[in-house]
């Protein structure tokens, strides 16, 4: 396949989407961008793109994606980590578009970790590893 002809999935998107309709994760903000006024003290995750390679000879694209979750203190903050994290380990053998999730790695479970631009608010980071095959 010709470099020009691959279409890489919005692989943010992918996981909010995946996200933002469970029901463990009901009432919780799911989106790639904090809301106007966001002080991090709202049950949130936040979904980046951290990293990640494309694989040409096995036609496969490795995303890292960063999870920050907030909420209100920081038990509140953990259980929506916990939830976010097992809900995106089902992600696996789903399709997006044209995008096949073949896999789910866990690279760096969630960690506690201050927000110091929010500091009312409670973190937790975790990073994952997506396999996609585009089609």
Known sequence: MSDALLAFPDVERLVVDHLKN????????????????????????LVSRSGGAWIDD????????????????K???????LAARAALLQVRDT???TAYVT??????GPRWLPD?????????LSTVRLSIRPS
């Open 116 to 124: 110091y631009n929010r500091p009312a608010g409670n973190r937790y």
């Open 103 to 108: 896999d789910v790695a866990e690279e760096d």
């Open 75 to 81: 038990t509140t903050a953990h259980g929506v980590a």
């Open 22 to 45: 469970r029901a463990e994760l009901a009432g919780v903000l799911v989106d790639n961008r904090p809301p106007g006024g966001f002080d991090g003290t709202q049950k949130a995750v």
């Open 95 to 97: 399709s997006y578009g």
């Open 58 to 73: 096995r036609h496969l694209d490795q995303p890292l994606v960063d999870l920050e979750v907030y909420g209100p203190d």
